[in-house]
Every structure is written in structure tokens, then in C-alpha cells.
């Protein structure tokens, strides 16, 4: 089983619409978690952070953690063509410095 | 400030040869950790260092090694190259001190033939 897990894309949605990414990790040790975009060719970008149960909105985006559930999501609201990229789900134990990341998804949005 | 520079950009090498690749983390951050990202696929772990001292390896056979220098600098050496080593090699550096975000320099693609 891997560490962290993303649900499968690539994930296409409209100019303006609600983009939903999806992420579970396995290491109930696990304490902070990320969300990194990352542009074809190009590093990983940080978007947010979220460390705590609950919701966390930044702008347009809006992480949510559950730890007992062992969930992870990311919202995209009011969706623009350059969010299109693809989306790491990264989780960390406390006190580590390495970063468990998924595989990513691919978020298209058609204008 | 800067952010974090990687060095070379991009480098072609054939197999069974060696390759350093380099990192300069951003001001005033003590840790550096190397991660190799093969098309497709999320960056995996290589090594973490912290105050020139590994502090974490991924599991990754004993041709990758690292170090870094006084100045918190890092290079990334791989010996007898693999075609499987062909990927973007990203370096992340974090300041450590209450923060423990990483941040990625602008990677360096390998490939080899």
C-alpha cells in the first residue's frame, strides 16, 4: 500500500466551476500536510499547508483534514485555465523532514 | 532573495557513468533534502541533511550519495548510471527553525541514454 494515495485523474472541469482533489495516507504518525502545484516541465509549487482537523481556505482554495479518517482534500472554487496542472498531495511525520507524496492529478480547465 | 538554484538545468549521460548534481538552498536555511521525480509519478524521497549531518535516506541503492558544505549547499552524486535514473532531480530546502515547509528549486533533468 502506498503512503499517500490520490484519486485518479485527470480531472476536467469548466471555467468557473468547483475542482475536487481527493488524497489518503496510510502513517497515522503523519501531523503536516501540503498541497503543491506543479506546471508541466516544472517544481513543485506550495499552495497550502494544513497541519490541523478542519477546514483552511486560501484565496480560491480550501484544504480540509480529517485524522481519523486519514483524508486529505483540496477545493478549487471559481476555477481558471491556469489552475490546469497537476496537484501533489505531500504528507510529513512529525519531526521528519521527507515529504510522502501521491502521484498526483491532473486538473484540466476548459475555458 | 533567491530561491532555491539547482544546477546543471538539464545534462545528458550514457549509462555506467557518474553525475553531481547541485543545490543552493535559500538564505538562511540549514536543511536540504533530494528528491527524484520519474515522469508521471509524485517526487520520491532520497536524502535529507541538516546541518551537513544525514538526517534521513529513502530507499535508494548505494550508487546515490550526498553531502553538504558549510555554507548549507548540497550536491547530489550518482554513480553508474542506470536508463532508470533518468528523471528531474528536485532539491528542497527548509529553514527549520518553527517552519517546516519545503521549498523546490527549479529541478535538474537527467537523462540517460
Known amino acids: 500500500q502506498k503512503e499517500v494515495e490520490q484519486n485518479s485523474g485527470p480531472l476536467s472541469v469548466p471555467e468557473g466551476a468547483i475542482a475536487s482533489l481527493n488524497c489518503t495516507y496510510s502513517d497515522r504518525g503523519s501531523q503536516s500536510f501540503f498541497w503543491y502545484r506543479q506546471y508541466s516541465g516544472k517544481s513543485p509549487e506550495l499552495i497550502m499547508s494544513?497541519?490541523?482537523?478542519g477546514d483552511k481556505e486560501d484565496g480560491r482554495f480550501t484544504a480540509q483534514l480529517n485524522k481519523a479518517s486519514q483524508y486529505v482534500s483540496l477545493l478549487i472554487r471559481d476555477s481558471q485555465p491556469s489552475d490546469s496542472a497537476t496537484y501533489l498531495c505531500a504528507a510529513q511525520n512529525k519531526g521528519d523532514y521527507k515529504l510522502s507524496f501521491g502521484a498526483g492529478t491532473t486538473v484540466t480547465v476548459r475555458a | 532573495d533567491a530561491g532555491v538554484t539547482q544546477s546543471p538545468t538539464h545534462l545528458i549521460k550514457t549509462r555506467g557513468q557518474q553525475v553531481t548534481l547541485r543545490c543552493s538552498p535559500i538564505?538562511?536555511?540549514?536543511?536540504v533534502s533530494w528528491y527524484q521525480q520519474v515522469l508521471g509519478q509524485g517526487p520520491q524521497f532520497i536524502f535529507q541533511?541538516?546541518?551537513?549531518?544525514?538526517?534521513g535516506r529513502g530507499n535508494f541503492p548505494d550508487r546515490f550519495s550526498a553531502r553538504q558544505f558549510p555554507n548549507y549547499s548540497s550536491e547530489l552524486n550518482v554513480n553508474a548510471l542506470l536508463l532508470g535514473d533518468s528523471a528531474l532531480y528536485l532539491c528542497?530546502?527548509?529553514?527549520?527553525?518553527?517552519?517546516?515547509?519545503?521549498?523546490f528549486g527549479a529541478g535538474t533533468r537527467l537523462s540517460v541514454l
Open positions: 538564505s538562511g536555511h540549514k536543511s
Open positions: 528542497a530546502s527548509t529553514l527549520v527553525s518553527g517552519e517546516d515547509i519545503q521549498y
Open positions: 541533511y541538516y546541518e551537513k549531518e544525514e538526517r
Open positions: 494544513i497541519y490541523s482537523n
